[in-house]
């Protein structure tokens, strides 16, 4: 009888061990169960799909790599949609993380009603693309667009302009917009930066008679370069993903100006129903994309300064 309750004992002390250890993977697995549905149960079957030639009815076809020797030699649009994103990648990267620093800057200040600025400067982060894409093609609209018709109001219109039916124009029209969507939550991070720089470090620098300039220059930014390392990768992924403003605005046009990859896959996969073509065509952006942002992370993570 006590034979078999130290046995019982033992198997029990041995459950709680067990469940002791994987409590923690118990919490997690719900998690886990939904990024595996929604996240890696998706990219599998797309690379899958990526190795076969298929228009959504009829049986796949396996072609191995076809597809992506297609892409990668033969596609000349996919080179020109590149180019425009690499062109709307720099403009985007450079804008919002200068436009973000400065104002993270200057709201770090002691002003007045610098909360209200912040929730302003914030607002366009929280918004739709697709309304804000509605909202700027008003804006940029030739006959009675806001921007047109401010430059008449000042006496410019010699600079009235197409923005988005100048081929030359559209491309730097759709920079400017995203730029005014995510400059705010760039802006978030960079004030987090700023809160986290201990301000005895610019007490010393004006004791030793560093001006504003080159405290932000010898302070601020040697201590914020891991912050920028974060908004520039983020900020660059961002711009390789561009889709629904380029697709709501200019649908790639005109004339081609704006077609940018994403614009160019939906077009081959959902218009041309080459889905296999087209999911190899995003596996090849999404490698150029890790590629690119691997090396800006270890380029800029060099003579990282700590605090």
Do not use: C
């Amino acid at each position: 009888m006590q034979a078999s309750l130290s046995a019982e004992r033992r198997t029990q002390r041995s459950l709680g061990r067990i469940f002791a250890r994987g409590g923690p993977y118990l919490w997690v697995l719900p998690a886990l169960a939904l990024f595996a549905v929604f996240r890696l149960y998706p990219m599998a079957f797309g690379l899958y799909l990526s190795l076969h030639d298929w228009d959504g009815n009829k049986p796949m076809v396996f072609v191995g790599l076809n597809n992506y020797v297609e892409v990668i030699t033969q596609d000349l649009q996919f080179r020109t949609a590149l180019l425009h994103n690499a062109i709307y990648a720099v403009g985007t990267v450079i804008g919002k993380n200068v436009i973000a620093i400065f104002l993270a800057v200057l709201l770090n200040s002691q002003i007045r009603g610098r909360t209200f600025f912040r929730v302003i400067l914030f607002m366009p982060v929280v918004m739709s693309f697709v309304v804000i894409a509605l909202l700027w093609s008003w804006i940029y609209n030739y006959q009675f667009g806001l921007v047109n018709t401010g430059l008449e109001v000042i006496g410019l219109s010699v600079l009235k302009q197409d923005w988005l039916g100048d081929p030359k124009l559209a491309l730097y029209s759709l920079i400017a917009v995203d730029i005014w969507k995510w400059y705010g939550f760039h802006m978030v991070i960079y004030l987090a930066g700023l809160q986290s720089i201990s301000p005895e470090l610019y007490e010393a620098a004006m004791i030793d008679g560093a001006g504003a300039w080159a405290r932000f220059r010898r302070v601020t930014l040697p201590l914020l370069q891991p912050v920028t390392v974060v908004n520039v990768a983020l900020s660059l992924m961002g711009a390789f993903n561009v889709f629904d403003l380029v697709y709501v605005m200019t649908d790639g046009g005109p004339a081609g100006a704006t077609n940018v990859v994403l614009i160019h896959t939906y077009v081959q996969a959902f218009k041309f129903y080459k889905m296999g073509y087209g999911t190899a065509m995003s596996y090849v952006l999404l490698i150029i994309v890790m590629i690119i942002s691997g090396l800006q992370i270890r380029i800029m993570s060099r003579n990282r300064v700590d605090y």
